[in-house]
């Protein structure tokens, strides 16, 4: 041990919540009991997009990805027994975040607490739900309308609180490279703290306030060395942001602050146990260099492509952490890589690319011009397929993937239907009792009122969130408060980026994509009527649409027509569109566990438009017993993320249609 004094450990959290407010809370108390220092907060989908769990776009998604709260009474039990002035809470929730704060801070009021104390994040950076997490709802303008009003209402009333974390980890999630990722991230602060100013709610003075409650939520993939430079680059970046564009003198209030969770895009369903050495690798991205390491950390669990982790999986990832900051003597030494030429000239090669990227987001009108024109969407995309195209043709190498593939018999997926936690299927309809039973018993004529003066506030220009509070009070609830402004702002379809992407993987002589091109021309030769049509859709409200557009895209280059509307759709509109179109297949993607109840639904709705005979396909984390369940429904063929080569899987899509067809099948790709 040296003499010199240890810093601080980072906050250490665990993404969680599911089920219930009730089950919820059980869950953080044992994990605060097992030395996790915050918390954070995982949202149900209907939460998110600003459903109530009765609508009926939250069908089979209530309580999947996360904790549903629907009006002030789940949030008093969310948080019972929590002290929420000592705690530091951490809220992944953006289109919704001005309802949730304003919950949280009336359970907080309710404690007895002193407001001005109040510690925690909510994330509230609706441009990347617009780029890859889709859980937006109103239109870009309004959005960020709505930003602005939050961040000038915490600076003024709640002090501590970081009332944005503009997030790029999703980002990277969709494909972005660090370059993408750093400057998209850097265009949204702008843009935030752009409007923030023009608003006139904050006075010239307190400027460097505001600037000090911007805080990041970044990824860090398994490219270590690239990643620890990537955060110093941020860190360089945006001192210099704030200090050229906004006049910030104070360095502290210039600091970057910034919290992470490591790669979930990289990690794998074939041998799951590598998950654990890659997590670990990712987390030292953000913590082995002191002058840019995390403020918080937030670890995925090893099975998180297979499923819901358990909460032994969750204490592992914790584990994990506090190893590391306890046992180890990281937390003694003074930044390690300073005068490092070689970290040093990342950095720089970083910094360049960064500010040409951003001045180019600058010249189309900012982030939100660039949201709307589909620029960013379709950059995403395009690195995405271009990622997976490598792949693909093994350039990039994935352990277990596609090399080193042989492996002993893992004893922790011996059983994988006890490796991962599964959600009561009886769960959403407790929790639509409730629902109903919170609304039976409140004072409607309180709660009608405030709906009324929040119409009444959005369609003027005053702060939104002192009517938001009297919604919090007077019982509305969730869809309530969203349905009123969606009501004066309209709702926001994002673009797909799917027609913009260029072709990611060559079809010349003899590739595999070539194969597959020769296939769906004879497919549809035999079938007549022109060429093969089909149908990619997102069934209920899970908006991680990666998947689906580079299923999309891919199908697109061997040649199919396809139809792709988009996110957040029922399946009545899938199957109504799948018979308008005349298509030859419908593919299914979910990823947040409602696909027990949505797919069963699309096949039924099917056959009674007299369309039971089109091929159904289902892609996304789907475990093995629900993926024969699916199977025995009806559904032809079953993919998940161990099902990495996107060319073969269209190849598979076309046997399908063949099969169903009655056509003999053709050679099987190798």
């Given amino acids: 041990m040296t003499e010199r004094q240890k810093d601080r450990p980072w906050l250490m959290r665990t993404y969680a919540g599911h089920s219930t407010a009730e089950a919820s809370n059980e869950l953080y ?16 989908l209907p939460t998110q997009t600003g459903y109530d769990p009765d609508h009926v776009l939250a069908r089979g998604e209530v309580g999947r990805v996360g904790v549903p709260v629907s009006h002030l009474g789940d949030m008093r039990r969310l948080f019972q027994d929590i002290p929420l002035e000592q705690m530091n809470t951490s809220m992944t929730i953006n289109a919704t975040a001005m309802w949730l704060l304003a919950l949280y801070q009336v359970v907080a009021e309710e404690q007895g607490a002193d407001l001005t104390r109040l510690s925690g994040t909510t994330q509230n950076d609706i441009v990347k739900e617009y780029l890859s997490r889709g859980t937006h709802v109103f239109p870009p303008g309004p959005s960020l309308r709505l930003t602005t009003d939050m961040i000038t209402y915490t600076v003024n009333h709640l002090p501590k609180w970081n009332p944005i974390n503009i997030c790029s980890y999703h980002l990277q999630e969709a494909g972005a490279t660090p370059i993408q990722e750093i400057s998209y991230a850097m265009s949204t602060a702008i843009a935030v703290l752009d409007a923030v100013f023009a608003s006139g709610q904050v006075p010239e003075e307190r400027r460097g306030d505001v600037v000090a409650r911007i805080s990041f939520f970044v990824n860090a993939g398994v490219r270590f060395v690239e990643e620890m430079c990537k ?43 590598n998950n654990v050495q890659r997590i670990v690798l990712e987390m030292l991205a953000v913590t082995l260099s002191k002058d840019a390491r995390a403020r918080a950390v937030q670890l995925p669990a090893w099975n998180e492509a297979l499923g819901l982790p358990r909460p032994w999986d969750q204490q592992w990832s914790l584990r994990i952490q506090q190893v590391l900051a306890h046992e180890s003597d990281l937390l003694e030494y003074e930044d390690l890589f300073a005068g490092s030429h070689v970290v040093e000239a990342k950095v720089d090669a970083l910094v360049t690319d960064c500010l040409a990227e951003i001045d180019r987001i600058q010249e189309m009108g900012g982030a939100m011009a660039a949201v709307e024109s589909g620029y960013l969407k379709s950059q995403l995309v395009s690195a995405h397929a271009e990622r997976r195209a ?115 993987v060559t079809a010349e002589a003899g590739s595999t994509l070539a194969a597959v091109r020769e296939k769906v021309a004879k497919t549809a030769a035999d079938l007549g009527g022109g060429r093969l049509r089909l149908l990619v859709g997102k069934p209920g409200l899970d908006g991680h649409s990666n998947g689906a557009e580079q299923i999309a895209v891919r199908a697109r280059d061997a040649g199919f027509e396809v139809v792709y509307q988009g996110i957040r759709l029922t399946p009545e509109q899938i199957v109504a569109a799948a018979v308008a179109e005349d298509v030859h297949c419908v593919g299914l993607s979910i990823l947040s566990g409602s696909h027990a109840a949505l797919v069963p639904d699309v096949l039924d709705r099917l056959r009674r438009a007299g369309a039971g005979d089109l091929p159904v396909i289902v892609g996304g984390i789907i475990p093995s017993a629900d993926a024969a369940a699916l199977r025995e429904a009806g559904v032809a063929a079953v993919f998940t993320p161990k099902d990495f080569g996107i060319t073969e899987i269209i190849g598979r899509i076309v046997d399908e249609i063949r099969t169903a067809n009655r056509l003999d099948p053709l050679e099987v790709l190798a």
């Fill in 29 to 44: 108390r044992r994990n605060l009991a097992k030395g996790q220092t915050g918390l954070s907060v995982a949202f149900d």
């Fill in 390 to 504: 490598r792949i693909e043709s093994g350039d990039e190498k994935i352990v277990g993937v596609n090399c080193f593939e042989g492996t002993e018999t893992n004893p922790l997926t011996a059983d994988l239907d006890t490796a991962i936690m599964t959600v009561d299927p009886a769960n959403e309809a407790g929790v639509v009792r409730a629902l109903h039973r919170w609304r039976d018993d409140r004072d409607e004529l309180r709660a009608q009122e405030s709906l009324s003066a929040l119409k009444k506030a959005a369609a003027g220009d005053t702060n939104l969130f002192p009517a938001t509070l009297e919604c919090a009070r007077a019982g509305v609830t969730t869809g309530e408060w969203a349905w009123a402004l969606r009501d004066v702002f309209g709702e926001f379809r994002a673009p797909t980026g799917v027609s913009g992407a260029p072709v990611a």
């Fill in 231 to 273: 955060m110093r680059a941020f860190g360089r970046l945006w001192d210099r942001i704030t200090r050229e564009r906004y006049g910030i003198e104070d360095p502290k209030q210039r600091r970057f602050r910034y919290g992470v969770q490591v790669n979930s895009l990289g990690l794998t369903e074939a041998q799951p146990e």
